[in-house]
């Protein structure tokens, strides 16, 4: 019950009008509630509309990121590309296609030759997908020069040229194996039994096995490898440069068989310069007490290949890493950066 405000009667809550007086009775009145304040009547309500508003928001925030998401699932890999001396990206195709370039007769090579002898050599190396303004990129190679004199050579490349010309896209194995007078037995290409992707660590070996040469790479991240065996020829040491008598010094005057590591680069025209990027040689095992740093670059063009330049650190004595063997020695040769110690060896900047 409630009381009419003119004539003070009482009235049942839902009566609209006083039974006594006929004076019309207020809502508040009528359903026995206080009646509203002025900020009440004015205002928007507190409740319902922002919470609207709150939803509405997220739900277009998860719309954007979404519509992100998509555009960066269908946009193509990027890697890197050298335009002079500068490096930029570029657009590569799906792994294993094959694309068209001019011919490349240039051969750039980036190499640390061991002065120690092996029966067995591991490195690791990073995979680092680059590429040149023709779309060629370059090979990382762990190299094993047996007592026997022949030479063998494990890696893997990136969008590595073929005879014919032109490149298969993407990361792949590659091995050869160079006879004494310079006679390639190169095999059949063998692919990778997965993926290897941008900045995977891969092992490249190279070991004696029953009479033969075996060179493995292994992926550690996605465990993907490939591997191929040489006759062994009688050799059982993979020979570091002192046990070279044929000389004493490293020169690219002649065929330069060695063991170690090299970046290896054939481009389009001459003179062009190093990886863009820090490609990393690294093992923890056995350190290298003393190497040999150079770089230089082959011409193909002619019936025989023909130097374009040649530069070794230390005049072509080796380097001595065992004074410091975690500190890394930096050497300019021709332009190109190099770095080396006991335990690493860096192309690139």
Request: net charge negative.
């Amino acid at each position: 019950m409630s009381q009419c405000p003119k004539c003070q009667a009482e009235v049942t809550a839902n009566y609209r009008y006083c039974p006594n007086c006929g004076a019309q009775l207020s809502a508040a009145a009528a359903f026995g509630s206080a009646p509203p304040t002025t900020s009440e009547t004015t205002s928007p309500q507190k409740g319902p509309k922002p919470f609207r508003i709150w939803v509405a928001a997220a739900a277009l925030i998860i719309v954007a990121l979404l519509v992100i998401v998509s555009l960066f699932a269908v946009l193509p890999a990027t890697n890197h590309v050298l335009s002079g001396s500068a490096v930029t990206t570029c657009q590569s195709s799906s792994s294993s296609i094959f694309v068209s370039a001019p011919n490349p007769d240039y051969d750039v090579q980036e190499l640390m030759a061991f002065t120690q002898s092996y029966s067995q050599i591991e490195f690791n190396v990073t995979a680092v997908a680059q590429c040149d303004a023709n779309g060629y990129g370059p090979a990382y190679l762990l190299n094993g020069l047996s007592n026997t004199g022949y030479w063998y050579q494990v890696g893997i490349n990136w969008d590595w040229p073929l005879q014919s010309g032109g490149y298969v896209s993407g990361f792949g194995f590659v091995s050869e194996d160079w006879a004494p007078g310079g006679l390639s037995r190169s095999p059949s290409s063998t692919p990778f039994s997965g993926t290897v992707n941008q900045n995977d660590t891969v092992e490249l070996s190279l070991s004696f096995s029953g009479g033969s040469v075996v060179a493995t790479a292994r992926d550690f991240n996605t465990s993907a490898s490939a591997s191929i065996t040489y006759p062994a020829n009688r050799a059982t040491t993979f020979v570091g440069s002192q046990a070279q008598q044929s000389r004493l010094r490293f020169s690219f005057a002649t065929r330069g068989y060695f063991t170690g590591l090299m970046t290896e680069w054939y481009h389009v025209s001459p003179n062009a310069e190093g990886p863009g990027l820090g490609v990393v040689y690294s093992e923890s095992a056995t350190p290298i007490a003393s190497a040999i740093v150079g770089v230089g670059e082959w011409n193909f063009t002619t019936s025989e290949p023909v130097s374009v330049f040649s530069s070794a650190a230390n005049n072509g004595n080796p380097v001595d890493l065992g004074a410091q063997p975690n500190q890394l020695q930096q050497f300019t040769l021709n332009g190109f950066a190099l770095s080396a110690d006991a335990y690493e060896f860096v192309t690139g900047p």
